[in-house]
């Protein structure tokens, strides 16, 4: 969809559709829609006193202007009571409208932006934005009947009256638009298969990334992965005929700015190899490159927008199969940073590749590290599909990411790191094991990972529970969610 923001009035306007909002049972037409509803001699507000449109959340309503306006159409649409409206609100609403236009078969419309509450325009046309491209995503690559019958928005041009606001509306309509493909692209990979998205086709991505960005990347081979020590990376590899890779993807090197790593689980395929798991649901398990998946897609957004950071990207990627060569329970690996693993299930193998690609990150000295991983089905036990669990050694960071959760609307919610829990994976022949108990298991998956970071400031954000999900939201279509990308721009964006 293009989208671009340009200086005119609704009302003279011309447009195959006109999106107007309204709150729930004003007194009387507000703003934009008093206007429209002026120069259409009073239909819409003689409309509303009938109570043919109450505004109520997610009401949609379309109205033939018959050549008595320059919109050939007007939608109504609800925004639900005004108490109660804020962003996330308004990303809902925007997804509703846009899902109602589409399915209407109309491939442009036009929308006049205005403030509305404690919103300025720009803020409002950002979170618009963001809500339209994200509640219209649809996945098709692989449908192949009925291609024709797909419907898509093509086009959509936000109105802006004063000519003093467009540049700031422009800019952050940029904004949206960027982030919103990037979390779009994110969407695509986790809802790709797991025998088209390879390690290698992750390779592949994170190339052509670095070519388009000028990033610097490197792609370790499982060979070199294994001189240089990356026992348990290696170890989970080596079960699979399909090539591991260890991607290294880096933004605005030597340019003196802040430098954060960013780590992301790249397990194209959990079977749980020889802790092999239950075939009900195993499908799902394409899903656990999602970490990967955002970590990519953070960095495409970070390159477009030229964030002033210093970024790297680290994906250790990887099938977790069984197989006569696989990583075997009971197996002792030793890891890049020298201390030993004993295996008990070869289906936490999430925890291992990690374990070597934060140490591996480490070498960077970075001012922050970050980790996303569908790590456990625990956290998704504990915190359903909403959340992300949220694990930090350090509160200032933990604090960073709470903020640009609020602003988002991508939910985090703090879990605790408590030395205790380490007693739950001391091992009697190892440094410790992969596993605990299952009580806690989202707890005890974060605290071995916490094993490799040292001193740096870290989180681990377990995205198990919203990576994907089965029911559709006010802006997130089931499927592939592409969930971190906002969270971690919003926070590359304010990093100070
Ligand atoms: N990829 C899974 C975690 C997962 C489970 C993600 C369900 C999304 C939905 C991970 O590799 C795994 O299998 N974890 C095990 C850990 C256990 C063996 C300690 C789990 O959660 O059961
Ligand atoms: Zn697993
Ligand atoms: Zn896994």
């Known amino acids: 969809m293009e989208i671009r923001a340009e200086l005119a009035k609704a009302e003279r306007h011309p447009c195959e559709l006109l999106l107007l909002f309204s709150f729930e049972s004003p007194e009387r037409p507000e703003g934009v ?38 919109a050939r159409r007007i939608l109504l649409a609800g925004l639900g009571k005004k108490e109660d409206f804020d962003l996330e609100k308004w990303r809902g609403a925007a997804s509703k409208a846009g899902q109602f236009i589409r399915d209407c078969g109309l491939k442009t419309f036009s929308f006049a932006i205005e403030r509305m509450e404690r919103f300025s325009d720009e803020e409002l046309a950002e979170s618009f934005v963001t809500g339209l491209l994200l509640g219209t995503y649809q996945y098709t690559e692989y449908k192949t009947v009925g291609r024709d019958k797909i419907k898509e928005i093509m086009e959509m041009v936000l109105l802006v009256e004063q000519a003093e606001r467009l540049k700031l509306v422009q800019d952050r309509v940029k904004m949206g638009t960027v982030i919103s493909d990037a979390v779009c692209m994110a969407r695509d990979l986790v809802n790709g298969p797991s025998n088209s998205i390879t390690p290698a086709a992750l390779v592949e991505k994170a190339r052509r990334m670095a070519n388009v960005y000028s990033m610097g990347i490197q792609v ?222 989202a707890i005890i998956g974060a605290i071995f990972l916490s094993k490799f970071v040292e001193k740096t400031p870290w989180v681990h954000l377990d995205i198990a529970g919203p990576a994907s999900i089965t029911k559709d939201r006010p802006y997130i279509p089931k499927g592939g969610t592409g969930a971190g990308v906002r969270l971690l721009v919003q926070l590359l964006r304010d990093w100070k």
């Not at 507000?45 to 949609?60: H, I, N, T, V, Y």
């Not at 020298?338 to 960077?364: C, F, K, M, P």
């Not at 091992?427 to 299952?438: E, H, L, M, W």
């Open 220 to 441: 370790l081979e499982v060979s070199e992965a294994d001189t240089l020590g990356m026992g348990a990376f290696v170890a989970v590899a080596k079960g699979s005929q399909e090539p591991g890779k260890f991607i290294v993807l880096e933004h605005n090197r030597d340019r003196g700015f802040d430098t954060l790593v960013l780590v992301g689980k790249g397990i194209t395929f959990d079977s749980g190899g020889i802790s092999i798991k239950p075939s009900d649901g195993m499908e799902r398990m394409k899903d656990d490159m999602s970490g990967a998946a955002a970590v990519l897609g953070t960095l495409e957004a970070a390159a477009q927008l030229q964030l002033p950071l210093h970024l790297i990207g680290i994906i250790p990627a990887t099938e977790n199969l069984p197989s006569g060569k696989a990583y075997k329970p009971g197996d002792i690996l030793k890891t890049l940073s020298g201390q030993t693993v004993e295996v008990i299930s070869t289906d936490a193998e999430g925890r291992l590749i990690l374990s070597d690609g934060l140490t591996y990150g480490l070498r960077y000295k970075p001012k922050a590290v970050i980790d996303l991983a569908t790590l456990t089905g625990a956290c998704v036990v504990a915190l359903g599909d909403y959340v992300m669990g949220l694990f930090g050694n350090d509160e200032a960071l933990v604090k960073r990411i709470e903020e640009a959760s609020a602003k988002t609307g991508e939910k985090v919610w703090r879990m605790p790191l408590w030395d205790e829990y380490f007693d739950y994976i001391k091992s009697d022949v190892a440094d410790f094991k992969n596993v605990g108990t299952r009580a806690g298991g």
């Open 33 to 70: 829609l008093s206007r429209v509803d002026e120069a259409w001699k009073g239909v819409i507000s003689a409309l509303m006193k009938q109570g043919d449109f109450k505004g109520e959340s997610d009401e949609c309503r379309l109205l033939h202007t018959q050549g008595a306006l320059p």
